[in-house]
């Protein structure tokens, strides 16, 4: 059963004739077959081919609860039947209200105004927007540049794509550069050659500081940062780096955006990772994905009542926000969100994630054994194994890039989807994954190092 009236071929067909993938190579549009993926169950998807998948990355890192649960079906039909839509202009809706106060009381700290978009990238763009709202109504209409890192992904709109560090989504693209700057990336196991860990440490939060030096304060709107670096490789800054970082940013009036589009809702153990992992309370928390487990889009973001307060009531000055999304709070995604909310509370998952997680970062380790293998490093059920030619030059970039693509071929034959970029392979897995399915991941993944080198 494809779930549809056209045959598998068809549908494969069809999709080689007319869709075009948010990764293409254009050289082979209409010659590449992706696999077709029919149903889904817990931590697996099945195939055009009948063939069942342990899901490694949880579709885009999003599928936190697993596939196909009634709980949420039923709640999106619900929803559905009961006000399909509405518009967030004159309007609302129980259910985005009803979310909007979850997550208030979910974040760290005052973030307890919520914006909703439609994903990862539009709440990140929201979030940017509103940097440039809030300075110029603040009469500061030059406190504009947004600093970010390499490495770094906020998205594909023009302007969080500006903010994107990862040269591979760059060429042919125009950026709106003209705001942006980037600093390095925290990447411990890359750091320069004879550094400490305290003194790489020390090295980032220096450049931090001479870079807002030499920009200037008074023209820095945000710093936009992942606490750890997801698509750059599963990049975990050293113990105290963004502390430190927000010290800085509060000496200057600079809004911290922490960017949990991936490390919210669950993916290291705790609704967000900002304050429970890594000790900050931000002035914006951007979210999407696990915040409806990938059953629907949904995104937005959280902001500080005190950042809010600068520019609303007796301070707003007559200024209007504007920010116009025809979704916004979309009835049937916030009612899949809240049943989201609500599995992920019953069934006890963050619980479940941080019992969990030791083993499978225990596992990830074992790795690191294999020739091929360079570094491990994870946190909570994310992680990244790098690959080297030579694991005794690190620093060597003359890496195979290809090579986690050889790794992912060799995992999907026997019965295992990882995510292959350049030269790592990264995990993190639905958050509902036992320890026999972490045994199932990590044997594939071995065999098929193995099979690689
Ligand atoms: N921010 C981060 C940290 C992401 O990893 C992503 C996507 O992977 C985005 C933003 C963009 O989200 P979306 O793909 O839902 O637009």
Redesign the pocket.
Known sequence: DVGSQWNAAELVEAAREHLISPAEEMAKLGTVTRPMLTTGDGVYVTNAQGRRLLDGPAG??CTQIGYNRREIADAISAQALRLSYNSPWYSVNGPSAELAARIASLTPGDLDHVFFTT????A?DSALRFVQFYNNVLGRPDKKTILCRIDG????THLTAACSGRAGNRPNFDLALDTVSFLSAPNVYRRPKGMTEADFLEFLIGEFEDRVAAIGPDRIGAFLA?PLL??GGILIPPEGYHRRILDICRRHDILYIS?E??TGFGRCGHWFASEAVFGITPDIITF??GVTSGYVPL?GFALSDAVLARVSGENAKGSFYTNGYTYSGHPVSCAAALANIEVIERDGILAHVRDIAPYFQEQIRSLKQLPLVGDTRGTGLVACVECVTDPAAPEATDFDKEVSRRIDHHCYELGLIVRPIGNMCVLSPPLVITKAEIDSLIAILRRSIVLTQ
Request: avoid cysteine.
């Open positions: 885009m890192w994903g990862g990238s539009s990140v992904y906020h998205g594909s992942e997801a698509s960017d589009v991936v999407a994905k995104g």
